[in-house]
């Protein structure tokens, strides 16, 4: 009893000459947790089936664009996984039949910087698949050097933008055959930084990286505003959203150009960024979520409507955006 009796004063007089450090490791856990929670974002909450639906997801194969898939999978949808690396793509669609329980899991070859590419998977999902209800463009490239892509774009601009509005544009009437039916395009905060260079479209006068990846993404959003203005009475419903900072491949990508003290400095921000689930829930939102039918054309982020930068709102710009992409890509 003794022995007991001096465990228990020694463990008294351990909190009692520790109460500060234990209430300040106690409080910052409690913080830091907080904060996580926060940084995760909004949660898509619909169970909404989607038995006998077709799904495209570009940009499948890892990130967001995987676990998009793997959740609408779930919900039953027939999912295409759309992605330059055929190999790459085989094994991810492995791994989203897995953890969905579901097999309709198809691949198909493509690759957004070759217009030859887009119609090639465009052709493919015409003449083989009888319906599709949810296009989601979601591939992209961020923050790369100065590239052209093999029709001559920069890499970003083509990527991110020309390719998806060339596939969008040649899968446009399956998708109005299958109405109600929804088309999303990932775009980015970065849009609020962005604009449209007209006049030098290809940023050879003066390109920078981050120049490149937010024009790109400012056309997304500009592009969902005009498509969402040509569909008006077809019930088909077009969203763009931003899908919060998130730990994926493009964020990897960007981390291994940095010096190593950078690295260093950069590695608390982690705790901030989305997890690529957690990054995938406001794509799962537009595209499941029953009640955003009557919201087409309008920008999401963490599950919920939000403003865009006021270039984004431009109508005329988003018209003349339409006028010269389509120029580009050679649609008549």
Known sequence: MGTMDGAAAAVIKFVDGHFVGIAFAAAAGAGLFALR???????CRSKARLDGRTVLVTGAAAGIGRETA???????????VACRDVVEATLAADDIRRRSGNANVVVK?????????VRRLAREILDTEERLDVLIN???VMLCQKLATEDGFETHFGVNYLGHFL???????LVKRSAPSRIINVSSLAHERGHIYFDDINLDK??????????????????????????????????????GIVHTELSRHVRATLPLWRKILHLPSLLFMKTQREGAQTTIHCAVEKS???LSGQYFSDCKPKAVAPQAEDDSAA??????????VGLS
């Open 138 to 140: 979601n591939a992209g």
């Open 167 to 173: 596939l969008t544009n040649c899968l446009l009437d």
């Open 37 to 43: 929670r926060w940084a995760a974002g909004g949660v």
């Open 319 to 328: 018209r003349r955006l339409w006028d010269l992409s389509a120029s580009m």
């Open 206 to 243: 003066d390109f920078t990286p981050q120049k490149a990846y937010s024009q790109s993404k400012l056309a997304n959003v500009l592009f969902s505003r005009e498509l969402s203005r040509r569909l008006q009475g077809t019930r088909v419903s077009v969203f763009c959203l931003h899908p």
């Open 70 to 80: 793997v959740d609408l999978a779930a919900r039953g949808a027939r999912v295409i």
């Open 292 to 294: 955003l039918e009557n």
């Open 109 to 117: 070859k493509l690759d957004l910087a070759s217009l030859r590419s």
